[in-house]
């Protein structure tokens, strides 16, 4: 059990570009979160898989934000057109356990994301 | 809407001693949860204690237990015999009603030798 892992762990972007994060999440979990966190604020969530289907958005992922989990496995976030206010942590998570229940929800590093 | 308040910026405490960090919540979910996770600098998140809400009875994670008083929606931390390793970010957050996690702003707590 390696871990949550998220790649890259830094990314420095020009507003305007596209940008593209991966999360592999521990090897049988089935549920996946990606949360954003800004200085001095605790993380803020912005949607949820249960295996490939997302089940949850917060109006926090605007269109310009796009998240996928295609074959249940690792996810990647995309956000298009950066803005400056997009700076931010990008956290993934990752859990087990079936519908209704609550399981530990296990962090990955982050990716620190700058946009100048 | 849910919402969770940590109304202490930064704490501090001296090696062995014993701190309470506090946390505040809001819910009109009657089953919800509720947790405490340690961010230690530039490293990952993990959780630290947690409590579910139809259990009466306070959570205890070795040096680390609850305060859980329901009816004033209110959820402490109390660590006990600090040790340098403690010194992180404390975030409080709320499960309920749905998958996500809604957090606080955090708790800076310094432990000082």
């Known amino acids: 059990d390696t871990g949550v892992s998220q790649d890259p762990r830094h990314k420095i972007t020009k507003r305007g570009q596209n940008v593209t994060f991966r999360c592999d999440p521990i090897?049988?979990?089935?549920?996946l979160y990606w949360y954003r966190q800004t200085l001095g604020q605790g993380p803020e969530f912005l949607t949820y898989f249960q295996n490939e289907a997302q089940l949850e958005k917060s109006r926090l992922l605007s269109d310009r934000f796009s998240a996928e989990r295609p074959k249940g496995s690792f996810s990647t976030l995309e956000i298009q057109r950066t803005e400056q206010g997009d700076s931010a942590m990008y956290l993934c998570?990752?859990?087990?356990?079936?519908?209704?229940?609550?399981?530990?929800?296990?962090f990955g590093p982050g990716t620190r994301l700058t946009v100048t | 809407a849910q919402t969770v308040t940590q109304s202490q910026p930064e704490m501090s405490v001296q090696e062995a001693e014993t701190v309470t960090l506090s946390c505040t919540y809001d819910t009109s979910e009657s089953d919800y949860y509720l947790f405490w996770y340690k961010q230690p600098p530039s490293r990952q998140m993990i959780l630290v204690i947690r409590q579910e809400a139809y259990k009466q009875q306070n959570a205890t994670e070795n040096r680390f237990s609850v305060n859980f008083q329901k009816a004033a929606k209110s959820f402490s931390l109390k660590i006990s015999d600090s040790q340098l390793g403690d010194a992180a970010m404390y975030f409080c957050a709320l499960q309920g009603g749905s998958e996500k996690l809604v957090f606080g702003k955090g708790t800076k707590l310094t432990v000082n030798p």
């Open positions: 090897s049988e979990h089935n549920r």
């Open positions: 998570a990752s859990s087990s356990g079936s519908s209704g229940s609550t399981y530990e929800q296990y």
